[in-house]
């Protein structure tokens, strides 16, 4: 028997704002998602030059801007005069990087709820958590108190932070200790449960493909929320759900419902 309170937030999330349907990362993404009944979203937040958190995923220009140069070369207010649309199709041509804070106000107005990957540059880990959790922190203000990041505290609005770099988490939780954590894995780990615990996470984000049932239900066992990315098929989720996972993204949201688990 698990000894954590139920997962409180959707169990389906649009992957990157709007899954494979709109380019990445943007907030015409997570207007696809809603037209489509999405109300949660997993996206990436990344410094720009001036330590702004943007939405990007990679570090570098090339895949979703088609230029050459890294993200830290440009402010968030160069960057968002960026198309990064164009590359997904001709109806997202201009479509920007947006500003995390921008972002989660988009959110927050919208009832959307954020998991917000901190996607630090290599040797920006720190500084990315802090940033992150600072803006949300801003957004979010009347929402976030003292003992949200504890499982049986957390507020269903309130965006979970994850991330795969330990150091983000850590800055994170220093800057804003009331915002929910979860870690990020390709593989669960032998000692996921001190790592977890170490992090003061609530949640164990992993790669579907390597889960198994066995790991499934330990983790679910000791009371620690499951998070599964990125699950494209309605089967597939069926069975972790059978699992016990929590929750998943997914790029197939014109295939899985939002409301797919209830
Ligand atoms: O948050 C889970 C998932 O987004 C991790 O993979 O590369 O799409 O950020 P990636
Ligand atoms: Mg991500």
Same mark, same amino acid.
């Given at each position: 028997m698990s000894r954590a309170p139920a997962w409180p937030y959707p169990r389906v999330l649009a992957h990157r704002g709007g899954g494979a349907l709109a380019p990445e990362n943007t907030i015409a993404a997570i207007r696809v998602g809603l037209e489509r009944g999405y109300r949660a979203v997993e996206f990436d937040a990344m410094l720009a030059g001036d330590d702004v958190p943007v939405l990007m995923h990679d570090p570098t220009l090339? $895949?979703? @801007?088609l230029i050459v140069g890294a993200v830290s070369e440009r402010s968030a207010a160069e960057l968002e005069r960026i198309d990064v649309g164009g590359w997904h199709s001709e109806r997202f041509v201009g479509e920007r990087v947006p500003t995390l804070q921008r972002t989660l106000r988009f959110c927050r107005d =919208?009832?959307?709820w954020p998991n917000?990957?901190?996607? !630090? @540059? !290599?040797g920006f880990e720190a500084a990315t958590g802090a940033? *992150? @959790?600072r803006v949300t922190a801003e957004v979010y203000a009347e929402m976030i108190f003292p003992d949200g990041d504890r499982a049986d505290h957390v507020a269903p609005r309130v965006p979970l932070l994850s991330s795969f770099a330990p150091a983000a988490l850590i800055a994170a939780r220093e800057e804003v !200790?009331?915002?929910p954590r979860g870690w990020l894995v390709d593989r669960v780990p032998p000692r996921w449960r001190e790592e977890t615990a170490r992090l +003061?996470? *609530?949640?164990? =984000?992993?790669?579907? $493909? =390597?889960? /198994?049932? +066995?790991q499934a239900h330990e983790i679910k066992r000791a009371g620690t929320w499951l998070f599964?990315? /990125?699950v494209n098929s309605p089967q597939r989720a069926r069975t972790l759900f059978s699992w016990g996972v929590d929750a998943f993204c997914t790029d197939a949201i014109d295939r899985i419902h939002p409301d797919f688990a209830v």
């Open positions: 090339e $895949r979703t @801007a =919208h009832d959307i917000i990957e901190i996607k !630090p @540059a !290599p940033a *992150v @959790a !200790p009331g915002l +003061n996470c *609530v949640s164990l =984000h992993t790669n579907h $493909r =390597h889960l /198994t049932d +066995n599964c990315y /990125t």
